[in-house]
């Protein structure tokens, strides 16, 4: 168990829907990462948020968003969803003090699947 | 923009072989250097990491890797492997100035290892 908690565990929802992907840090990190893994694209970099505020996107799609509150936990929602957004978005967490690199935990993962 | 190559992508090994996995990745500066582990319907798992000094790291369960800087790889391996590693292997790096605090992790696609009894 990393820490890390990611609810729901599966998401089953149609085309052109809305839906919303929670995540809770470990106790103490302040920064929250969303990365999404699926088969033809493998493992990849959609967001990062550090205490509140976005602080580098990667390959995120418009129709993606997300927010991290003030207690720190993250949301990622999706919007208009198409088949080809099946995949399992995972988040991790890391303290990212200035200067250093700290070690990012993983989260269960939440397996999306768009029908 | 930073990338990384795994080479293996679908590893058949028995139990006691030894095991070798290849990484590649593509910058030219201060590099972070990450192995994790997929385990079957588990999260990702940190198995080793690089980050300065000794090239040759240590990680959990028995294994280790090797950075070349020259060759910019950081390869993985393992003497002898056991049913239970069984598993997806994902090399991954973290590139650029630390003062940023971007720190998000660019993977490889990954290696499933299957280890027959």
């Known amino acids: 168990d990393s820490g890390v908690t990611q609810t729901p565990k599966h998401l089953i929802t149609a085309t052109g829907q809305r839906v919303t992907l929670r995540c809770s840090p470990r106790?103490?990190?302040?920064?929250v990462y969303w990365y999404q893994q699926s088969l033809d694209q493998g493992l990849q970099f959609l967001i990062q948020?550090?205490?509140?505020?976005?602080?580098a996107k990667g390959n995120i799609l418009e129709r993606f968003s997300a927010q991290q509150f003030p207690d720190l936990h993250s949301e990622l929602n999706l919007s208009s969803l198409e088949l080809g957004d099946s995949a399992l978005y995972f988040c991790?967490?890391?303290?990212?003090?200035?200067?250093?690199?700290?070690?990012?935990?993983f989260g269960p993962g939440t397996r999306l699947t768009v029908l | 923009a930073q990338s990384v190559s795994q080479h293996n992508h679908h590893v058949i090994l028995s139990e006691a072989a030894s095991l070798e996995l290849g990484c590649n990745y593509s910058y030219g500066g201060t590099v972070n250097l990450f192995w994790y582990v997929q385990y079957p319907g588990q999260h990702l798992q940190l198995l080793l990491k690089?980050?300065?000094?000794?090239?040759l790291v240590k990680g959990i369960k028995g294994f280790e890797a090797e950075f070349i800087k020259s060759k910019f790889s950081f390869n993985l391996r393992k003497p002898s492997v056991q049913w239970s590693d069984t598993a997806e292997y994902f090399c991954a790096v973290n590139a650029g100035p630390m003062d940023t605090g971007r720190r998000a992790l660019t993977f490889g696609s990954g290696t499933r290892l299957q280890v027959q009894p």
């Open positions: 991790a967490s890391s303290v990212d003090f200035a200067g250093g690199y700290n070690e990012q935990f």
């Open positions: 948020y550090y205490n509140g505020e976005e602080r």
């Open positions: 106790s103490g990190d302040l920064s």
């Open positions: 690089y980050f300065s000094g000794d090239p």
